[in-house]
């Protein structure tokens, strides 16, 4: 059978088809000769099934899609601390190829513009394998194949590459360049001109959406918290002048390239890609836009639309016997995040539980955010403080650091153990 989500994706395409507003990007000869009409679009779960239709197997270059994985290299290499001394993350509202640096500080506004990009480039350790060399080995690492350089591409831009040697010179002269501007730029401009396919963009979009591990291979690429930073800049500075315009009708983190790509990241839930060579004037495709709100309407993927509020992590309260002694059972679920952990606190605040003995039972938890931890670390102690007795069911050890007041550990039993002791529901 084939899957609805196909069909959906072809039926986005299809839809999106009389758009022929634009023009392939004319300033680098080979991305001038591309054909306009070729059109893809892909998806990636975080459990790793990817989703395509259209020109699914069609080649392009990345372009300045290679930014944020740039930047999340730097950061890698150097720590965010490091990263942010030499590139700044604010929106520049300006085209991509301008000179946008900071006045005070005089540092390149982001890194998703030109002149941050190649900043950032300037950045990566190149060691025993050069930047572009390492730049590739993490697009292999992202995609699951190995990626190579369209080198027609990288030929024609370097041989078009006065305006980006002219930021790299006064980036240089502004003291905002690592390397000397010939080698940052041709760096960059073959990082730029890294070959991939849709589903290609599709899993590396997907890599950032689970917090750095690729769904395929299970391979933790880049760190959490890199991945937070790379997707935070996405949000704010990913789609240029038009920043502001996306994030409120497409609303999630994104990159466009001029050779007509566009990933967007839901984080926790998907990477999508879209191709389509034709460009509006702010260096974004056209269609590509067209193909990306449709998505993110239909599929449901705004940030900011607040239609999925969390679920009570509180599943029931039980009142049992438990060796011979009355005992409250709290059963939690899910994640442990401020909104559900809020209603545990709410439960017992609003109805104190009547017995001395009081069971968490965690092992329907998945995770435990560090608000939550210390919003339930605090309460117990305050239970303890009480004249309560405590003891964890957490069979996934989803809490480590849970103590009373003065500082011991919490009771913990299996689930085994809570069942063996149990009498019997008392009300
Ligand atoms: N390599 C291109 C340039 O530097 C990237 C621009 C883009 O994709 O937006 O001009």
């Known amino acids: 059978m084939r899957s609805p989500i196909l069909g ?16 392939v990007a004319g300033y680098i000869p080979e991305l ?12 990636c779960t975080v459990n790793g099934t990817v989703y395509s239709s259209g020109d699914v197997d069609h080649r392009f270059s990345i372009q300045s899609m290679s930014k944020p994985f740039a930047y999340a290299l730097a950061i890698e290499d150097h720590g965010l601390g490091a990263v942010l001394d030499n590139v700044g993350v604010e929106p520049s509202g300006e085209a991509f190829n301008e000179l946008s640096l900071d ?19 300037a950045l990566l350790k190149s060691d025993e394998e050069s930047s572009v060399e390492r730049m ?82 299970g391979e933790q690429v ?3 918290q890199t991945t937070r930073q790379v997707l935070s800049v996405m949000a ?21 390239g001029v050779a007509g790509g566009i990933i967007g990241v839901l984080p926790g839930q998907i990477g999508v890609a879209v191709f389509s060579p034709r460009l509006d004037p702010h260096g974004n495709s ?24 969390a679920r009570s992590s509180l599943r029931e309260t039980r009142t049992v016997i438990v060796e011979g002694q009355p005992a409250t059972i709290y059963v939690l679920q899910g994640d442990l995040v401020l909104s559900s952990i809020e209603s545990l606190v709410h439960e017992i605040i609003e109805h104190p539980p009547q017995t001395d003995l009081i069971i968490f039972d965690m092992s329907r938890v998945d995770e435990v955010h560090a608000v939550a931890r210390r919003t339930s670390s605090d309460m117990a102690t305050k239970l303890v403080e009480e004249g309560h007795q405590i003891i964890l069911i957490d069979p996934d050890e989803t809490v480590t650091d849970f103590q009373d007041s003065q500082g ?19 009300r």
Not at 106 to 116: E, V
């Open 222 to 224: 880049l760190r959490r």
């Open 236 to 256: 704010s500075c990913g789609m240029y002048d038009a920043a502001g315009d996306w994030l409120s009708t497409v609303g999630i983190p994104a990159k466009s």
């Open 103 to 121: 006045p005070e500080t005089g540092k390149p506004r982001n890194p998703m513009i030109n002149a941050g990009a190649i900043a950032t480039h």
């Open 136 to 217: 590739l080995k993490l697009f292999s690492q992202l995609t699951g194949r190995q990626i190579d350089i369209e080198e027609a591409v990288a030929a024609s831009e370097l041989g078009a590459g006065d305006r980006n040697l002219g930021l790299a010179h006064l980036l240089r002269a502004a003291g905002a360049l690592a390397q000397e501007p010939g080698p940052a730029v041709e760096g960059y401009i073959r990082q730029c001109a890294a070959s991939v396919t849709v589903r290609d963009l599709a899993l590396m979009a997907a890599t950032l959406a689970n917090a750095g591990v690729q769904p395929e291979t």
């Open 32 to 43: 001038a000769a591309a054909d306009p009409d070729r059109v893809a679009i892909a998806l």
């Open 408 to 426: 011991r550990p919490v009771e913990r039993w299996s689930p085994h153990r809570l069942e063996q002791a149990t009498e019997g529901p008392e």
């Open 8 to 23: 959906y994706l072809d039926t986005v395409i299809e839809e999106t088809a009389h758009i022929s507003a634009g023009d």
């Open 286 to 309: 056209a269609r590509g836009i067209e193909m990306m709100k449709r998505l993110s309407e239909d599929l449901g993927l705004h940030l900011m639309d607040t239609g999925r509020p």
